[in-house]
């Protein structure tokens, strides 16, 4: 049918190990969003195999748009561009994604539209907004980034500060693995501290009280790898690992994570004197992190806008940016490639 409530596109998403595509109106309404996980191909190596993630993504990625076609009710004839993700991820497979797009660009004869995947993460806020946000303190959470943004409008997001080591989301990977939590880290975590005591163990906040807008949490990780095995060349006997024991150490990780996450926000906030704060990423859904997000934005007077839980983890739905982009007249010809790889603050 065509669709006659406005012009739609289709989105595509695989900037990692989630095969994602969705249908957008151009008023940023999500008319379908298909997400196919990988999780339980990459379940045995405690975190995601690139090339595993980028061979998964092949015959996953036509099904994947097939059925988000037909749950928003469109067919190829309607879309009026087609978005893909990019930037930033790994080479492999963004390439699966960007060869899919490209080969409807052409053969649909519309836009082309690149999208940075972190900047959609941030876009999510003000689709849950509902309206305009900017200028904005923007935090993107994830497995691969943990960045810092002053979101001067939609198209305009300066990166000031990023992890010079582990991301934030990868270290809850990395730490669910020292703990023998399955993976994802992430929900293995947030479900294992629930039962435990924050205060347990007193775990470094690195750059918590430095003015420096960057995180670190890869010797917060070696903390608890040393508090769970022994510190390296000490005799000194490691006490048994418990439940209670490990939900101790689950809770007094998470909980040093997320001061420093809302402590830099505040920060940034408080340097850039804007009113409102937007985070996304895929932990950006971890509650302990939204409970004391609100609390400091009450404190301090502020908006805060999370990211829906759908719009968390990575999704094609966040793309409806490209409708922002196509406005602008940001669109790529059939030569576009890829840029892999993190995003890093230029020193």
């Avoid at 690139?50 to 309607?78: G, N, Q, T």
């Avoid at 906030?269 to 009450?298: D, F, H, I, P």
Wanted: some cysteine; overall charge negative.
């Amino acid at each position: 049918m065509v669709c006659e409530d406005g012009r739609v596109l289709l989105a595509i998403e695989s900037s990692c190990d989630e095969t994602a595509a969705a249908v957008i109106r151009d008023d940023f309404t999500v008319l379908s969003s298909i997400v196919s996980s990988q999780a339980d191909l990459h379940k045995r190596f405690g975190g995601v195999v690139p090339e595993i993630a980028s061979r998964a993504h092949v015959p996953r990625i036509l099904p994947v748009i097939d059925e988000a076609l037909k749950k928003a009710d469109v067919e190829l004839a309607d879309l009026s561009a087609i978005a893909v993700a990019t930037e930033p991820g790994l080479v492999g497979s963004l390439l699966v994604g960007l060869t899919a797009a490209k080969s409807l660009a052409l053969a649909l004869d519309v836009p082309l539209i690149p999208v940075n995947h972190i900047e959609a993460h941030l876009f999510a806020c003000r689709m849950a907004a509902g309206k305009d946000i900017f200028p904005a303190v923007g935090l993107v959470v994830s497995g691969g980034h943990s960045n810092l943004y002053f979101c001067k409008s939609a198209l305009k997001f300066e990166l000031i500060g990023s992890t010079i080591d582990d991301a934030a989301g990868e270290a809850f990977d990395k730490v669910a693995n020292i703990l023998k939590l399955p993976y994802p880290g992430g929900p293995s975590i947030e479900s294992a501290a629930r039962d435990g005591d924050p205060k347990a163990f007193a775990f470094p906040r690195t750059f918590l009280r430095d003015d420096r807008l960057e995180f670190s949490f890869s010797g917060l990780k070696t903390s608890v790898l040393y508090k769970v095995q022994g510190t390296p060349g000490s005799h000194k006997p490691v006490p048994a690992m418990t439940d209670q024991r490990r939900a101790d150490v689950a809770a007094s990780f998470q909980e040093a994570v997320v001061d420093v996450l809302v402590g830099k926000a505040r920060q940034t906030l408080q340097k850039y004197a804007v009113q409102t704060l937007c985070v996304g990423g895929g932990v950006a859904a971890n509650s302990r992190l939204r409970v004391r997000l609100e609390e400091m934005a009450e404190e301090i007077q502020v908006e805060l806008i999370v990211a829906p839980m759908e719009f968390c983890t990575d999704n094609a739905g966040m793309a409806a940016i490209a409708w922002e982009l196509l406005r602008a007249g940001r669109v790529a010809e059939l030569d576009l490639d890829v840029t892999p790889g993190l995003v890093r603050k230029r020193k």
